[in-house]
């Protein structure tokens, strides 16, 4: 799944769960640690099998949940002791709303092979072109009824995200003000 698909996916699980939960809208702190979440397994897998070569796949260490489920549950215990259980919460939803949307495809379309990474290092991962660079996956991408899936769920999530006032974007505002460049 390309960045803008996991993005989207995160989104309307996390919107959907804040209003069963609370009745509310998503609220912007949280709804930030959501989008790091929905992108931080592939930009800790990727640069680090693709460029440095050093991971068996860009599917692989921070995919695997006998890494991440650890890792997460830490990581909230971390925030809830700091009064941000929700930003945890958000951070793990779309982190593992990421993991999972990554399999799938391949669970769905009968090549569970595919789907090892969520079992890694426990079970070995199939061959994949991991000879790629960025830019050449991003020149590869071909219009495909998975693509144009992504792209209306992507559709989907910016008209909820809309809908529920932008959430995030003031907290983005707020830390570019602060840190931003002098000036501004």
Known sequence: MWPWGHAAVGYLLYAASVRRRSGLRPAGGPVVWLAIGTQAPDLVDKPLAWTAGVLPTGRSLAHALPIVVPLLAVGYLFARRRGRDEWAFAF?????????????????????????????????????????????????????????????????????????????????????????????
Do not use: C, M, N
Request: hydrophobic share 50%; proline share 9%.
């Open 92 to 184: 793990s939803l779309g982190y593992l709303a990421h993991v999972l949307a990554d399999a799938l495809p391949s669970l769905v379309w009968g090549d569970p092979a595919y789907a090892r990474f969520l079992l890694w290092p426990l079970l070995t991962l199939p061959p994949y072109d991991e000879s790629k660079s960025f830019l050449a996956h991003l020149t590869s991408i071909e219009p495909t009824g998975y693509l144009a899936v992504q792209f209306a769920l992507t559709a989907i999530a910016a008209a909820v995200w809309w809908r529920d006032g932008r959430p995030g974007l003031d907290v983005l505002a707020a830390a570019w003000r602060r840190l931003g460049p002098a000036g501004s």
